[in-house]
């Protein structure tokens, strides 16, 4: 089946440290995107990358940092800058051509709590 | 300003009932508006998008986008209690490199009650 896989499905960090979730996708779509949900709020963009080695910082990509090593994989890296990391984390995906093109294709999230 | 607006609600409806859904948005230049339905700790799913003023239906759901008062909606006909769920409004980003990226309003809560 075609999707996007998230892992893991919870995450706990600790004080000054780095964690990574992962993100991957065999729906052959070339754009990736992380979002950001607080409880009671809507998605806020983190980072997006189009294609493959290249990617743009959202509206909150401070504390975050992504790659794009392949299309198939778009990995975000929680740093020990981001204060506040507690927050449901979704990837999504979708197809540079076709209409529409802002549908997005969802993962089922990661909860990352702080110890 | 928020760009994209919703009342978060909880908008509360009997079952059977047409429950209606706003969103306002601030800038003139958007072209395109998507609803996504998000249950409590799923991921979001899109019910419908829409680029025309006017309606457009899809079974039991309606979209209506007047850009002229910048604001869409989504009526919800013979409403069950499955439609209760977050439903989020977004507008798509417009210009080149904008491909994809959307952004969203905080969501309304919608609770179907039997």
């Known amino acids: 089946d075609g999707g996007i896989t998230q892992s893991p499905k919870y995450l706990f960090r600790k004080e000054g440290q780095n964690v990574t979730l992962s993100c991957e996708q065999n729906l052959n779509h070339d754009a990736m995107y992380w979002y950001r949900q607080d409880p009671g709020q809507g998605l806020r963009l983190i980072y997006y990358?189009?294609?493959?080695?290249?990617?743009q910082k959202g509206d909150i990509a401070e504390g975050y940092s992504v790659s794009r090593e392949k299309k198939e994989s778009f990995p975000l890296t929680v740093t020990s800058a981001q204060k506040n990391p507690t927050a449901f984390y979704l990837c999504?995906?979708?197809?540079?051509?076709?209409?529409?093109?802002?549908?997005?294709?969802f993962g089922s999230g990661t909860q990352l709590s702080v110890l | 300003q928020k760009e994209v607006e919703q009342n978060s609600g909880p908008l509360s409806v009997p079952e059977g009932a047409i429950a209606s859904l706003n969103c306002t948005y601030s800038?003139?230049?958007?072209?395109?508006f998507f609803w996504y339905r998000q249950y409590s700790g799923k991921s979001p799913e899109l019910i419908m998008f829409?680029?025309?003023?006017g309606d457009k239906e899809d079974g039991r759901f309606t979209a209506q986008l007047n850009k002229a008062s910048q604001y869409v909606s989504l009526l919800i006909r013979d409403s069950q209690p499955s439609d209760s769920a977050t439903y989020l409004c977004a507008r798509g980003t417009h210009g080149s490199g904008n491909t994809g990226k959307l952004i969203f309003g905080q969501g309304t809560t919608l609770q179907v009650k039997p």
């Open positions: 990358s189009q294609i493959v080695n290249d990617f």
């Open positions: 829409i680029y025309s003023n």
């Open positions: 999504a995906s979708s197809p540079v051509t076709g209409q529409p093109r802002e549908k997005l294709f």
């Open positions: 800038d003139r230049g958007s072209q395109s």
